[in-house]
């Protein structure tokens, strides 16, 4: 089990905790909420009394995890995306469909990022009177050095893009052009076959990337 596992289950068990602990026989207002957030029904979706200092931080620290959580699980969908072309017989053609999942992936870095070092912050924040805070501080800065230098590569390629022209590379662009060349009824064989494997290439290519980035 990785230490992102292990992160997890701390809040799965504690959010588990929570909800037994509660009286839903002799507590409507929270038996409410639940059965709104559960079943997406219309109506109240919090508790109106007040919060504890634990429940406070508890709720901020597992609000933010889910959102790095969100994004590290995107990252690794983008992995199976790129090994399957679910769109045939449609006008999405496969060279797009590569430049739209590697677009995304340099997003979702981005957003990750933003995500881990806001979490340093509200971990700061949070333990702001704790005897132990000098020492935490120093921690949070130094996993923030972390976060911006892993994964500086990647954020600057994607500054690159997006202020300037959309992701291309070298492969990317050979692609287009063949994939030019083979559109219409009439296709030259020897170009489609070219296409063929220049597309294999070049998915192969970004998968081996993605995995290892990841």
């Known amino acids: 089990m990785t230490v992102f596992d292990k992160y997890s289950e701390i809040f799965i068990h504690r959010t588990k905790e929570l909800i037994e602990k509660e009286d839903l ?91 881990l070092i806001s979490y340093c912050t509200i971990v700061d924040r949070l333990y702001r009177k704790d005897q132990y805070l000098k020492d935490l501080k120093k921690t949070m800065k130094s996993l ?35 994939e030019l060349i083979n559109h219409g009824p009439n296709k030259i064989p020897l170009m489609k076959t070219l296409y063929d494997s220049a597309y294999r290439n070049t998915r192969k290519d970004y998968s081996v990337t993605i995995k290892r980035k990841n």
Do not use: C, W
Request: glycine fraction near 4%; avoid cysteine; proline fraction near 3%.
């Open 25 to 115: 026989t002799n507590n409507p207002e929270y038996r409410e909420v639940l059965k709104n957030q559960l079943l997406g029904s219309s109506g109240p979706k919090r508790i109106t009394r007040k919060m504890t200092p634990t429940d406070i931080i508890f709720s901020k620290l597992f609000a933010g995890f889910t959102e790095i959580y969100n994004s590290y699980y995107s990252l690794l969908d983008i992995e199976v995306y790129l090994h399957r072309f679910p769109y045939h017989k449609t006008r999405v053609s496969k060279t797009r469909y590569l430049a739209y999942h590697m677009e995304n992936y340099l997003n979702e870095v981005y957003i990750l990022k933003v995500r």
């Open 144 to 178: 923030s050095d972390i976060v911006q230098k892993s994964l500086k590569g990647v954020i600057d390629a994607r500054g690159t893009h997006v202020h300037s022209t959309r992701f291309t590379d070298e492969n990317l662009d050979r692609l287009t052009t063949l």
